[in-house]
């Protein structure tokens, strides 16, 4: 089968989705995921432990704000 332009887009989309979802994967089971959580289940405790709830929300949604614009075309 040739290689076309479409087969070669085709395989790029898949690549950078699967990198993309392994980085994400990555981010919600590391340490700074873990903050996420507990902010999301309970803001009150997390910032009683001592995490900087302004700071974690604010690189999430940076963070969220780089992959919509990789998203975009």
């Known amino acids: ?8 887009t085709y395989y790029l989309v ?6 993309t979802f ?10 700074f995921g873990r903050v ?3 902010i999301r289940e309970n803001p ?4 009683a432990l001592g995490y ?3 700071f ?4 999430a949604t940076s963070i969220s704000a780089l992959g919509a ?3 975009a075309p």
């Open 14 to 19: 898949v690549v950078v989705a699967a990198v």
């Open 44 to 47: 009150f405790r997390a910032e």
């Open 1 to 8: 089968m040739p290689a076309n332009g479409k087969l070669l």
């Open 69 to 71: 614009t990789l998203a």
């Open 56 to 59: 974690h929300r604010t690189l």
């Open 22 to 31: 392994l980085a994400l994967l990555r981010v919600v089971n590391s340490p």
């Open 52 to 54: 900087r709830i302004v």
């Open 36 to 38: 996420l959580q507990a």
